[in-house]
Every structure is written in structure tokens, then in C-alpha cells.
């Protein structure tokens, strides 16, 4: 897909990191994503964002100062 902010890259599939912050950080490894080759922006389709954020609700819930998750699909 050409990239929404550039305009001028191609988006490839890859991973990256997510940090989700509220009152609690949450970083996130290896999440897929499409990458751009041009400006690096990072597209999270939205199957994988709802799973992201209903596992990190869970966290949030618990009371959690900082967590470091891997994605897992």
C-alpha cells in the first residue's frame, strides 16, 4: 500500500514495537505491521490493534507500572 503520510513509500510487512500508555506504560515487541520503505510510518491492522488493546486492558486492570509483552497472534 503507498504510504498515507509521505506519499512518496510502499509499505512492506515487518514488526515493531508499540508503546500504550495511561496512568501505566506498555511496551509491545514484535507486533506486525506494514512498514514504510520511505519515512518508516507504521500501519497496525485493526484485527491486531484490537487484540492489543484488550490484552493491555487486562494489564491496565491489574495495576501494572511498566509491562514488556511479545505479540503473539
Do not use: H
Not at 492489543?52 to 511498566?66: A, V
Request: aromatic share 6%; proline share 1%.
Amino acid at each position: 500500500m503507498k504510504c498515507a503520510i509521505c506519499q512518496n513509500g510502499s509499505t512492506t510487512e515487518g514488526f515493531t514495537t508499540l508503546v500504550l500508555e495511561r496512568d501505566q506504560t506498555i511496551v509491545v515487541k514484535n507486533v506486525p505491521a506494514q512498514i514504510c520503505s520511505n519515512c518508516g510510518e507504521e500501519y497496525v491492522s485493526s484485527a491486531v490493534n484490537r487484540d492489543l488493546l484488550s490484552r493491555s486492558q487486562k494489564e491496565w486492570e491489574e495495576g501494572i507500572l511498566l509491562e514488556v509483552l511479545n505479540f503473539a497472534a
